[in-house]
């Protein structure tokens, strides 16, 4: 044990102790995060390339080991490919993230680059050939799968530590929780290859969030990052090896819960939004959090407390019955839908309404359709305009509507519009119909409804031209709440039927009105 604590400690000094050399380093020699997007957050230079000096205090605190000889050591040094095959792999990804925060490489360039790394660590031995999955049991896998399977989880947990990276502290303290679960069960396993990396990684990390907390003097960098999310991708591969239970599935995803949830999410909403899965936004989880005014110390705090969790809840699967991991699971899973919820993410917002319109409205919304087509059926076959409104108000109702208003005019003869409300007499008499200017005026206000305003900034407005191919015959406007319920309605209908209908039985009642009226038309022609 004391070894083990001798371990931690080189790596937790060597890390405190060439962080601030490798700042200044990077200061003299200009190696700076200059916040040159809209995605980042700070606003002023700093120092990157903090994995580096991840890197050379995890090398030495296991190097270290060579100077002590007791049993641990003796079992390491009978097999050391494991462990080399971590540290070389770990170098190639560390040059990887160097040169991307040295030059810049695109989303294609690194993830073939990580994809590479990962198929030599294939080819050394670290691979997932089987899993024991909750409810399920042991499967073992066919090599192609295996591969398939080891490429995708190593190279997608390397970069959900580097998408996580946007806060002071947040991705370097996430990876100190996720190293600190496998190092727990690795010692609970007797795996104490995968044991010491992850106990010099924590070491590392620690010592370097001294520097990397809000206000950072240093980043991790792509460099740091990428390092570190391969690293615990790695450990938890070559733990998964010795796992029977379900430590080989759970344990891992749990580990990694807050960057393979923010991954996961973002992920699923740039495929809702048609947009590109590797282009950045503002929008993971931490910005979230920040766009509600929360400083980013409180955002890191906040977000450490998750990933506690998650790392408390991945601890209740070492040595349980097989029913406990799939309920933890279905908590957890649960929990974590109500909190995106929370986040107001715009589509989480749009996938809970889409599924309240496919299953609480459904009903509504097909009863509306419905009236509404029957209602546009009866407008397009009304010859007096009692008949036209009386199917309007079905379709105001059907839609919600709260006020309308409409002027017709048949070319502006002020003869013949007064001759079409001498037809509809006495049946308008339920409706708000005059005339004004030479103008037919329609309103109709919803029963029990307050006095409306029209100048109201509370309402919105549909403006329907009621035309036909020679003219203008006028206009109807339909009025709503903004803060009302969604439309409950397909609102195309108000376009594809409503408005042809109602030109249509426009344009035959002033037809009518015109046609029953000669001896206005014989007096006006002498």
């Known amino acids: 044990m004391k070894t083990y604590l001798v371990l931690f400690l080189v790596a937790a000094f060597g890390s405190a102790v060439l962080t601030p050399l490798l700042r200044r380093f990077c200061e003299r020699h200009a190696l700076l995060d200059a916040s040159l997007d809209q995605r980042r957050i700070h606003q002023k230079a700093v120092p990157r390339l903090g994995g580096v000096a991840i890197f050379i205090s995890i090398v030495v605190a296991l190097c270290s080991l060579a100077l002590v000889n007791n049993l641990l050591t003796q079992t390491l040094r009978a097999d050391l490919k494991p462990i080399l095959s971590v540290i070389i792999c770990g170098l190639l990804v560390l040059l990887i993230g160097v040169y991307d925060d040295l030059r810049g490489a695109n989303a294609t360039v690194k993830f073939l680059s990580l994809g590479c790394v990962t198929v030599l660590f294939y080819a050394l031995g670290g691979r997932i050939e089987g899993l024991s999955i909750p409810l399920v049991g042991q499967v073992v896998l066919n090599p192609v ?18 998408l996580i990276d946007g806060v002071d502290g947040l991705a370097t303290g996430s990876a100190l929780f996720s190293s600190l679960v496998l190092l727990t069960t690795s010692l609970i396993q007797g795996n104490a290859r995968t044991a010491v990396i992850a106990l010099a990684l924590s070491g590392a990390l620690a010592g370097f969030l001294r520097y990397n907390f809000n206000p950072a003097s240093i980043f991790l960098g792509d460099s740091g990052s990428l390092l570190v999310g391969f690293v615990l991708a790695a450990l938890s591969v070559q733990g998964s090896q010795k796992a029977s239970t379900a430590v080989a599935v759970a344990i891992p995803i749990l580990a990694f819960g807050l960057p393979v949830v923010d991954t996961s999410v973002t992920i699923a909403r740039r495929l809702l939004s048609g947009k590109p899965i590797f282009k950045g936004d503002r929008e993971h989880i931490h910005h979230m959090l920040l766009a509600r005014g929360w400083s980013q110390r409180r955002v890191a705090l906040v977000l450490y407390a998750v990933s506690a969790a998650f790392g408390l809840s991945a601890m209740l699967f070492v040595n349980t019955g097989s029913g406990v991991p799939a309920l933890i699971l279905l908590v957890m899973g649960v929990a974590i839908v109500l909190a995106l919820g929370n986040l107001r993410y715009h589509e989480v917002d749009e996938l809970r309404a889409s599924v309240k319109r ?7 919304r097909a009863i509306n359709n419905l009236r509404i087509r029957r209602a546009c059926q009866e407008v397009s076959a009304a010859t007096k305009l009692n008949e036209l409104f009386d199917a309007v108000v079905e379709v105001l109702e059907s839609g919600e509507f709260i006020y309308a208003a409409a002027q017709l005019s048949c070319n502006g003869h002020a003869m013949v519009n007064a001759r079409a409300i001498e037809i509809a007499r006495p049946d308008i008499e339920s409706h708000d119909l005059k005339i004004i200017d030479g103008r037919i005026q329609w309103n109709w206000q919803r029963p029990a409804q307050a006095q409306i305003k029209l100048a109201d900034d509370d309402l919105w407005i549909i403006r329907l031209p009621i035309s036909n191919e020679h003219c203008s015959l006028g206009y109807l406007s339909l009025y709503r709440p903004l803060r009302s319920e969604p439309l409950r309605f397909d609102v195309s209908y108000l376009t594809s039927a409503f408005q042809p209908a109602i030109a249509q039985a426009a344009e035959r009642i002033f037809d009518h009105a015109e046609q029953s009226m000669p001896r206005q038309r014989a007096a006006s022609a002498g």
């Open 358 to 364: 496919n299953l609480s409205d459904r009903r509504a």
């Open 145 to 162: 799968v295996g591969f398939a399977l080891t490429l995708v989880w190593v190279v997608g947990i390397t970069n959900a530590f580097n």
